[in-house]
């Protein structure tokens, strides 16, 4: 049973350009989280969807950045325009149910570096 | 969201010695906590959880005190492979946020 997948582990843009990563959760998980960590700082939670909706955005910045877990294929976030503050890595989390009693299972992130 | 709190160390310990972290949180309402390990360039991995008035596995015991608000990781016969960040997590509850909070991790260091 493979793990959560992320794809691609390293990606290089230069300002104003578009980076999309994507996650492919455990076998059998429906729920997905996407999480940021600047250089030097923890984790912070960006936004959690389930198949085709998107549940709680409350750490999505306003602008720029957009995510979907469409029925059919992985999670994806999308960040328009980027800037050299974007460079981070990011991970994405899945679980079977609603993170409550449950713990989220992470992949190995994508490190995004903005030129 | 709520706030989690860590001492972010390092602490450097010598082989073989007992270490224990604190970790602090604001939301009263959280009801399961967890202990994830980060290592240098990886992705966080659960090392245990906290449900109830605390948890054992092997070397790693964690603490909840709930009056105090805060949860606690003893680590006993350190190993040079426990050398790692340790991060406090607290499951964001009620209101519909789902996410995990994540405090800014302890580095921990073992010396031989």
């Known amino acids: 049973n493979a793990g959560v997948m992320q794809n691609p582990r390293h990606l290089v843009r230069r300002r104003g350009q578009e980076a999309r990563l994507r996650c492919s959760p455990m076998?059998?998980?429906?729920?997905v989280y996407w999480y940021r960590q600047l250089p030097e700082e923890g984790l912070k939670f960006m936004v959690y969807l389930q198949k085709e909706n998107i549940i709680d955005e409350s750490g999505m910045p306003k602008e720029r950045f957009s995510a979907e877990f469409p029925k059919e294929g992985p999670s994806i976030l999308r960040i328009q325009q980027v800037v050299r503050g974007d460079s981070a890595a990011y991970f994405c989390?899945?679980?079977?149910?609603?993170?409550?009693?449950?713990?989220?299972?992470f992949g190995p992130g994508t490190r995004l570096l903005v030129l | 969201r709520k706030e989690v709190e860590q001492d972010p160390g390092p602490f450097n310990v010598p082989e073989g010695a007992t270490v224990a972290f604190n970790c602090t949180y604001s939301n009263s309402a959280s009801q399961s906590f967890f202990w994830y390990r980060q290592d240098c360039r990886k992705e966080p991995k659960l090392l245990m959880s906290v449900y109830s008035s605390g948890n054992e596995d092997g070397r790693f015991t964690a603490q909840l005190n709930r009056a105090s608000q805060y949860i606690s990781l003893l680590i006993r016969d350190s190993k040079l492979s426990d050398s790692a960040t340790y991060l406090c997590v607290v499951p964001d509850s009620g209101g519909g946020a789902d996410g995990l909070t994540f405090g800014k991790g302890t580095h921990l260091i073992i010396q031989p």
């Open positions: 989390a899945s679980s079977p149910r609603r993170t409550d009693q449950e713990t989220q299972y």
């Open positions: 076998k059998g998980h429906s729920h």
